[in-house]
């Protein structure tokens, strides 16, 4: 063995001497017998061509070349045993790491009421990012931890891990009081939808598909960026929304807005949660996966 080839328990067993001063003490700190402590730190002294410690007033003393390789070797091996130790262990409550999710608007309506409150509860130091990213990115963001996990309805997403969380299904949402409530008479046609005009929002391409297979694309006169106008413009208009069953139950006042008993083709989708191999073992991750399921596995509304 050359000093370019140091075995790592070698540089161990030097930074135990360094701070006990006894061989022997080293050695039982190690877990090590006595002679085999002795072995390396002979195979140490040779292949760096310094005794490293010489006995003076019955303990052992760092010799100069001793101490410059210390001060090198003891932060290098603390770094390494706190990552070691930590590599199974996440304290949430003490952490100040940052989580970055992909959601659309409204899946942040439907999903970060719950996480935050779980976050504020057991981890108030963490903080949250959200980026809505175009599909095609989200695998290689993962990949990369440019972000930690994507939620929501992801088809088109392939190539990582995932867990199903939630199903929901599409409905056609009105205000109170709207005329198609009261002539639906319990069912909604295809015929009274084709009546209606609609509006719908970018993030979640999937209520265009819907109008497109019922030949409604046409009868579409608003398509916004965000979730967050939608409501207040259909309370004040005759317009009709295709969204998320959960968002209406949860978020939408009953009073101000009327389901319309529609059946709507594939309307129904589940929301997942994706990450990347890579980072599966982190413990952090895990943890957060988690808490993930906790809250959102099977929770249909």
Known sequence: MDKDHLDLNLLRLFDAVYRLRSVSLAADALGLSQPAASQGLTRL????GDPLFVRASGRMRPTLRAERLASVVQPAVAAIQDVLKDEDTFDPSR???????????????????????????????????????????????????????????LPSVSGTERIELLHDRYAVVVRAGHPMTSSAKGRTTIKDLRRLEYVAVRSHSETFRILQQLGLDGRLVLTSAHFLALPAIIARTNLAVVMPEAIVHRFVDTERYALLPAELPRSTFTVSLHWSRRFEGDPAHRWMRRLFVSLFKGDGR
């Open 45 to 48: 002294r040779l292949a760096l």
């Open 95 to 153: 952490s100040k790491m940052t989580l970055r999710l992909h959601m659309s608007d409204i899946g942040e309506a439907r999903l970060l009421p719950e996480l935050m409150a779980a976050l504020h509860r057991d981890a108030p130091g963490m903080q949250v990012h959200t980026v809505p990213l175009p599909h095609a990115e989200i695998p290689d963001a993962l990949e990369t931890g440019s972000i930690h996990f994507a939620l929501g309805f």
